[in-house]
C-alpha cells in the first residue's frame, strides 16, 4: 500500500487549498468552509488545483457545516464536515 501525505497547496498568484492528500500517484484536494451556504466561488482553487493537476485528481471535496451531501460543481463534492469525524 503506498504512502499517504498531507499537504498544503499555495500558487504563487495565491490561490490555495487547505489539504491536498497525495496517496501513490493519486490527489484529493480538499477545502474547508466554515458555512452552512456554499455557492461555486467557494471551490474556485479546488477547480485550479483540478486543472494544474488534471492527471493525477480527478476530483475535490468540500467540507461544510451544512447538512446535506452534494455536488457543488461537477468536479467537486460537498459533504458536511461532521460526517467525516
Given amino acids: 500500500m503506498p ?13 490555495e487549498v487547505d489539504f491536498a492528500i497525495e496517496t501513490g500517484r493519486r490527489l484529493l484536494p480538499i477545502q474547508v468552509k466554515a458555512s ?5 466561488a467557494d471551490v474556485r482553487h479546488v477547480h485550479t488545483f483540478l486543472d494544474e493537476y488534471s492527471d ?11 447538512a446535506e ?3 457543488l460543481t461537477n ?9 467525516v469525524v
Wanted: net charge positive; charged share 20%.
Fill in 3 to 15: 504512502d499517504t501525505e498531507i499537504l498544503f497547496w499555495r500558487t504563487t498568484k495565491g490561490a
Fill in 36 to 40: 452552512a451556504r456554499l455557492g461555486p
Fill in 56 to 66: 493525477l485528481a480527478q476530483c475535490g471535496l468540500v467540507l461544510y457545516d451544512g
Fill in 69 to 71: 451531501t452534494f455536488w
Fill in 75 to 83: 468536479r467537486v463534492l460537498a459533504a458536511p464536515w461532521w460526517r
